[in-house]
């Protein structure tokens, strides 16, 4: 009865690699989002899509790329992955975007991604 | 730019006592704050909130206290159990920016027997 389902759960891969990671929630929320932990532990946000529409797209390198196909995933495509990429990459959903009835929808996460590039 | 700060990065207490945890902020424009807890190798969990227009917000063991003047809030754990040993995170997010939520770095929290 997973809520948030992200795999893998670990990704180890080279440079240059092109790299997916799924994200399914079963909870019927609207609302998706990736965000990334890097090393410093700093969660931030990535992206966030509500019902298929991207609203939230920070200044993140267009080697990454979300595809939502439905209301229930949300995937993270990397192209040419760096060193830098490195990370925990956590998926999260709620029922609204934050800013509609944001007090009564908090995130539910995954158990995140941790992405090795070597 | 850091705008949630959770300065201790760590936290030790013994089982039955009060846990503390600090967060300061620096954007006036948040008005909603959240703590959330992590255990290894899981995502975090929601645990309470607090809206500025509030100083308090209890939810059985967990009281989150919110010093808008100060720009500060901590979250109280009475009594501390060994099942709260975790990273706590705190969170905001405000006015046209309320989609995003701004984490700290965290505070792991161990309680010990």
């Known amino acids: 009865d997973t809520a948030v389902s992200q795999t893998p759960k670990y990704l180890v891969t080279q440079m240059g690699n092109d790299k997916s990671i799924k994200c399914e929630q079963n909870l019927g929320h609207d609302t998706m989002y990736w965000y990334k932990q890097d090393s410093k532990k700093f969660l931030k946000i990535m992206f966030s899509y509500n019902n298929k529409e991207l609203i939230i797209n920070e200044t993140v390198p267009n080697r990454f790329s979300p595809k939502s196909p439905d209301k229930a995933h949300l995937n993270l495509h990397i192209n040419s992955l760096e060193l830098g990429d490195s990370a925990v990459y956590f998926c999260?959903?709620?029922?609204?975007?934050?800013?509609?009835?944001?007090?009564?929808?908090?995130?539910?996460f995954g158990n995140g991604t941790r992405l090795t590039v070597t | 730019d850091q705008q949630v700060k959770q300065n201790s990065p760590s936290l030790s207490v013994q089982e039955g006592r009060i846990s503390i945890l600090n967060c300061d902020y620096t954007?006036?424009?948040?008005?909603?704050f959240l703590w959330y807890k992590k255990y290894p190798a899981e995502g975090p969990t929601f645990l309470i909130s607090?809206?500025?227009?509030?100083d308090k917000n209890e939810d059985g063991r967990f009281t989150v206290f919110l010093n808008k003047s100060a720009k500060h809030l901590s979250l109280h754990i009475v009594p501390s159990q060994p099942g709260d040993s975790a990273v706590y995170f705190c969170?905001?997010?405000?006015?046209?920016?309320?989609?995003?939520?701004?984490f700290g770095t965290g505070t792991r929290l161990q309680v010990t027997l």
């Open positions: 607090i809206s500025s227009i509030k």
């Open positions: 969170a905001a997010s405000g006015i046209g920016t309320a989609s995003k939520l701004t």
């Open positions: 999260a959903s709620s029922q609204d975007p934050l800013d509609r009835g944001r007090y009564n929808s908090p995130l539910h």
């Open positions: 954007n006036s424009m948040f008005d909603y």
